[in-house]
Nanobody, 118 residues
Framework: HVQLVESGGGSVQAGGSLRLSCAASGHTASSNCMGWFRRAPGKEREGVAALYSGSGNPYYAASVKGRFTISRDNAKNTVYLQMNGVKPEDTAMYYC????????????WGQGTQVTVS
């Protein structure tokens, strides 16, 4: 497991931008894959984006593809989610997640950061 600390949430107007950050500390192999989930009130948790430290294309949910960009700084073991063209339906609690592999499982979760789009 790793410890995940998120930052960057807040309130933004529709069409605006926001950048989330998530720093991982601890057993670095357990954060080879890092990504973001979100949960909106009354809705199920949704995987938003994920990126593997080694290689491969990032994963994006269809609902954010073309608007959100995930990136990571391996030296800092930090993953970022650049959110552009946000919509009210992007309003949710966003959670950073990490695992050794990008295979659907999650071994570590962040505490969550709220994003509100009005």
């Amino acid at each position: 497991h790793v410890q995940l600390v998120e930052s960057g949430g807040g309130s933004v107007q529709a069409g605006g931008s926001l950048r989330l950050s998530c720093a991982a500390s601890g057993h670095t192999a357990s954060s080879n894959c890092m990504g973001w989930f979100r949960r909106a009130p009354g809705k199920e948790r949704e995987g938003v984006a994920a990126l593997y430290s080694g290689s491969g294309n990032p994963y994006y949910a269809a609902s954010v593809k073309g608007r959100f960009t995930i990136s990571r700084d391996n030296a800092k073991n930090t993953v970022y989610l650049q959110m552009n063209g946000v919509k009210p339906e992007d309003t949710a609690m966003y959670y950073c997640a990490a695992d050794e592999f990008c295979a659907g499982a999650v071994s570590s979760w962040g505490q969550g950061t709220q994003v509100t789009v009005s």
